[in-house]
Nanobody, 116 residues
Framework: QVQLVESGGGLVQPGGSLRLSCVASGSIFNSFAMGWYRQAPGKQRELVATIGRDTITTYADSVKGRFTISRDNAKNMVYLQMNSLEPEDTAVYYC??????????WGQGTPVTVSS
């Protein structure tokens, strides 16, 4: 059974920080690189950060230097530490395997709102 449960979102002021968490089923976590995605209102879902099973990471240019992705293999958890948040970061954030498409299962996501 596929499981993707995101948490940690909320309302934060510009310049603030949040740490998102995701627990994934082993069938996904152990077989694929993982990623954090986000979908802002009226926009398509975009890939924000990825982490391989070898812990090599990649980031979208818009979040590079501000966001950090990490994983805990013992807990099947993926994290996204978000610092220096900007209003443009407002979106619903999802975790999934790298390369996931709309045909794949997606969790409910966790909403992040950056506003003063």
């Amino acid at each position: 059974q596929v499981q993707l449960v995101e948490s940690g979102g909320g309302l934060v002021q510009p310049g603030g920080s949040l740490r998102l968490s995701c627990v994934a089923s082993g069938s996904i976590f152990n077989s694929f690189a993982m990623g954090w995605y986000r979908q802002a209102p009226g926009k398509q879902r975009e890939l924000v950060a990825t982490i391989g099973r070898d812990t090599i990471t990649t980031y979208a240019d818009s979040v590079k230097g501000r966001f950090t992705i990490s994983r805990d293999n013992a807990k099947n958890m993926v994290y996204l530490q978000m610092n220096s948040l900007e209003p443009e970061d407002t979106a619903v954030y999802y975790c999934n395997k790298f390369g996931a498409t709309r045909e794949n299962y997606w969790g409910q996501g966790t909403p992040v709102t950056v506003s003063s």
